[in-house]
């Protein structure tokens, strides 16, 4: 049983959370700018690419909207991402977005992420940048697709969706509770899990 999306793809109903699919040359299901939108001139799509996303729709019931082969616009429980093959005959991109920052909390909310990324690094881990039309920020990283099956990616994209609801979640307490100081901190760190949350703390207290 499929339900219907408004933007014409088809998620599993009942499935927690809903997933949707469609074509990155067709505009975004959600309100993406920049390089994401732009996927027209996405280099051609590679095989592991190919049986990835096959595979990823065949085995969740997902009903696509437009051709795959350049990229892949994916809704999770309401958090946009979006799948490109690489350059590299093997690599797959993935781009999550995290939502726009508050403005009163611009600058504490950056600074997290500049944090974030000094402790993240290593030659295949995520990181986070911005777009700089929108002012969203994403969290990038680089697939090895022969490494990576459907139910690996699919997890992947679970998880990062939820990080970023509960990030986006915590912008709304900033201004009501103190202690959603930590809370963002722990979305930021959990996303790199030999990390402890208290290397994200900034200020006099940081280690």
């Known amino acids: 049983m499929l339900k219907k999306q408004g933007f014409g793809s088809a998620c599993v109903a009942g499935m927690k959370p809903a997933i949707a699919m469609q074509s990155a040359c067709m505009p975004s299901p959600l309100p993406l700018t920049g390089h994401l939108e732009r996927t027209e001139h996405a280099t051609m799509s590679t095989h592991h690419y190919q049986v990835l996303i096959d595979e990823v729709c065949r085995f969740h019931g997902i009903v696509p909207t437009g051709d795959l082969a350049h990229g892949a616009h994916i809704v999770v429980a309401g958090v946009a991402l979006t799948l490109l093959p690489s350059e590299d005959a093997h690599s797959l991109m993935l781009f999550c977005d995290f939502g726009e920052p508050p403005w009163q909390w611009r600058a504490e909310v950056l600074q997290r992420v500049l944090e974030s990324n000094l402790f993240m690094f290593s030659a295949d ?16 990283e680089r697939l090895v697709a022969s490494h990576i099956n459907a139910d690996g990616l699919l997890a992947k994209l679970e998880r990062y969706a939820q990080h970023a609801l509960r990030w986006q979640n915590s912008f709304l307490q900033l201004d009501a509770d103190a202690g959603s100081i930590a809370r963002l901190n722990e979305g930021l760190a959990s996303l790199t899990l030999p990390v402890p949350a208290s290397h994200y703390t900034s200020g006099p207290d940081k280690h």
């Open 125 to 140: 881990s995520p990181h986070f940048s911005m777009d700089h039309e929108s002012g969203r920020v994403m969290l990038l």
